[in-house]
């Protein structure tokens, strides 16, 4: 199902004014990628870069080109396990958020 501009525009308003949402969102991202469903945990850690650290910023950080980031991201993107520790990292440290791992 394709999303709609507006959307976009309110999840990534949503994520810029609400740091709760941000958090959980990247969460949420995080529980997806470790369930097997790629396309939409990349769908959700761009949404955040979109909102919070930008692309541009997160190449300064990871030291990965800003071209190669949006690929790695794209919905086709299959990013290794080294690229994703780091793009994940620089979100996190950006939100300030300390992630807790529980075993269910």
Known sequence: MALTRDYKATVLSRIK????FARALYAEAMNAILDGETEE????LRDLIHAEITFKELARQTGFGEKALHRTLSR????TARTLAKIISAIREDLGFI???RVA
């Open 17 to 20: 004014r609400d740091p709760k």
């Open 41 to 44: 945990g990349l769908s959700m």
């Open 76 to 79: 086709r993107g299959n990013p």
């Open 99 to 101: 992630p807790r791992v």
